[in-house]
């Protein structure tokens, strides 16, 4: 097999490598380490990256704890549409928020912060969950004539999915690479996003493709 041409209209985007999402954060993704060195070994392949981070403050309305007598994976009911409470993750200016140190991506040219307003979550590098808010995430890609994604990170089925959704609506060509990305899986949450991401014609490839010469 041959790997993917990787030009300058490509670009790898990593989402959400925090301590937030590893295992003892406070959301923590099973084997979410695991991801780290294989994503390490593809971004060498690419000139373009993109990182997103995960930006929440203390009063988030997405945290649990900010909601009095209810636990952390139920589903409330919000303006923008239904909400999973999680724990507290990824406060600003907390380790938790911090990028992993072993993350190896220097030629990273755009840092995206998300979650950052109080009062609407924001899983996608894309849109805002109130599906109105942007990053301005697509505009600087197309200025920068960049046409092809392809998405690591975590989790599979919440940011990384809703990205690559968006990325999609958006008009860009979408792969997501499967083994340097991990799940939560919340109620059957993983087989859902796999199957709305085929839907919308995002591809599915393993790192090794990347790799193969």
Known sequence: MTAPCL???TCLLIVDVQYGFMPGG?????DGDAIVPVINRIAARFANVVLTQDWHPADHISFAANHPGRQPFETIALPYGPQVLWPVHCVQDTRDAALHDDLRVPQAQLLIRKGFHQDVDSYSAFVEADRRTSTGLAAYLKARGIS??????L???????????DARAAGFDVTVIEDACRAIDLNG???????????????????DALLTT
């Open 148 to 153: 092809s994604l392809y998405l690591c990170g």
């Open 26 to 30: 406070g959301l923590p993704v099973a």
């Open 7 to 9: 030009d300058s209209s």
């Open 189 to 207: 949450s993983l087989a859902k996003a796999w199957a709305d991401m085929a839907a919308a014609g995002v591809a599915r490839i393993r790192s």
């Open 155 to 165: 989790a599979t089925d919440y940011c990384v999915a809703w990205s690559a959704l």
